[in-house]
DNA sequence: GCGACAG
DNA sequence: ATCTTGTCGC
C-alpha cells in the first residue's frame, strides 16, 4: 500500500502564502492501551499559539519501523480536523519521504488531508549521510539508493540534528526553511515541541 | 545468521 | 513511546 502511494505524493514548493502552522504529535496513555495525539496551530510568523486540539483512542496497531503510520496517523488525522481552521502547513514528529518506501507518517497524514507537511525526525530510520557542521542550518544530504530523500539538519548549535524530509505538497528546501523558522532557539519545532508538551500532560 | 530499526 | 540517575552547559 506504501509503494502504492508513494507514487501520489507531490514534492514541490509550497504553493500558497503561509500565514499558520501547526504541529501535531503522538503520546500514549491509559497503561499504554490508548494513544493520544494533540494538534497545535500557530501563527506562523510569531508562532504564538492560536488553538490546540486533543484526541485519544484505543491502539490498534503494534509499533513497527516502517509502518508507524498506521499506529498513529488516524490519531493525528483526528486531532488535526479538530482544530478550528486547517493549517497552511503541518509539522510531523516523524519522516515523511525519509522512508523505505517513500511514505513516511508524514507523507502519509499530508496525503490523507491534502495538506502540505514536513517530517522533522528526531532520529533516522533510512539512509545515509556524511558529517555536518555543528552549527545552526548547518546540513548534510540524506542518500538511499543514490538518490537525496531528506536532509541531516542542525537545528540549533551544538545538538543533535534532525532529520528533515518533504511530507506532501513541500520541497525539501521548503521543509528545511520552515524548520528552521518554527525552532526559534530550541531543537524542535515550536508547533511539535508544544504538542509534545500537550501529549504528555496527565 | 546478525544487526538496524521514525515513535 | 516510557522509565530512570546523574551530568553538562547556558
Excluded at 494513544?35 to 486533543?54: F, G, N, P, Q, Y
Amino acid at each position: 500500500m506504501q509503494k502504492e502511494l508513494a507514487g501520489q505524493v507531490i514534492v514541490r514548493p509550497l504553493a500558497g502564502p503561509v500565514r499558520t502552522v501547526a504541529g501535531a504529535d503522538c503520546g500514549l496513555c491509559a497503561g499504554g492501551t490508548k494513544i493520544r495525539a494533540a494538534a497545535v496551530l500557530c501563527d506562523a510568523e510569531s508562532m504564538v499559539v492560536l488553538a490546540t486540539a486533543k484526541v485519544e483512542m484505543p491502539c490498534r496497531f503494534p509499533y513497527v519501523p516502517g509502518l508507524l503510520s498506521f499506529r498513529e496517523a488516524p490519531a493525528v488525522i483526528a486531532a488535526v480536523e479538530k482544530l478550528p481552521a486547517r493549517p497552511d502547513l503541518l509539522m510531523c514528529d516523524a519522516q515523511g519521504l525519509a522512508h523505505p518506501r517513500g511514505f513516511g507518517l508524514a507523507s502519509h497524514v499530508g496525503w490523507w488531508l491534502n495538506l502540505p507537511t514536513i517530517g522533522a525526525a528526531k532520529s533516522r530510520l533510512c539512509g545515509l549521510h556524511g558529517s555536518l557542521g555543528r552549527r545552526k542550518g548547518d546540513r548534510a544530504d540524506l542518500m538511499l539508493d543514490d538518490k537525496c530523500i531528506g536532509a541531516v539538519l542542525r537545528t540549533r548549535d551544538n545538538v543533535k540534528p534532525m532529520f528533515i524530509s518533504a511530507g506532501h505538497l513541500v520541497s525539501l528546501d521548503d521543509a528545511i526553511e520552515w524548520t528552521l523558522k518554527c525552532c526559534r532557539g530550541v531543537r524542535m519545532p515550536q508547533p511539535t515541541r508544544i504538542a509534545d508538551k500537550i501529549v504528555k500532560e496527565p
